[in-house]
């Protein structure tokens, strides 16, 4: 089967279908739920105290990035998986890598979303 549809009479959307594709597959994944979950809360925190037009671009700017990570460090642990479907080291390296830069941009957006709600969580109290 080709991926790339060469010869779709509707180009234009040929490339939006193999993204909602993407999206099926990567939801399969435990994290990305998690992640998507995690971001919904962000999101209603955020509407709930009303925060400024710079904190909103911030926070969906990391939102983004920590959702586009964990699909490409699933791609890349698909792709291995289907490249050397037995243990490599090498292999292994590369997807601890992968998780590494998950792990660097959801440890920025946490430290974000700790310096826009932080503040305004303990006014509550």
Avoid: C
């Avoid at 925060?51 to 990391?62: F, K, N, Q």
């Avoid at 998950?102 to 430290?111: F, H």
């Amino acid at each position: 089967m080709r991926s790339d549809l060469k010869g779709n009479k509707r180009k234009r959307t040929v490339g939006f279908a193999f993204a909602v594709r993407g999206w099926k597959h990567a939801w399969k994944e435990r994290n990305l739920r998690i992640q998507v979950g995690v971001a919904a809360a962000a999101l209603v925190l955020g509407a709930f105290f009303r925060i400024t037009a710079i904190e909103w671009l911030i926070l969906v700017i990391v939102i983004g990035m920590v959702i586009a990570m964990e699909m490409i460090n699933t791609a890349v642990e698909r792709l291995l998986d289907y490249v050397a479907p037995e243990f490599h080291p090498k292999a292994g390296a590369i997807k601890d890598i992968a998780a590494g830069s998950v792990l660097a941009v959801a440890v920025a957006a946490a430290v974000v979303g700790t310096i826009i709600f932080l503040p305004r969580i303990a006014q509550l109290f």
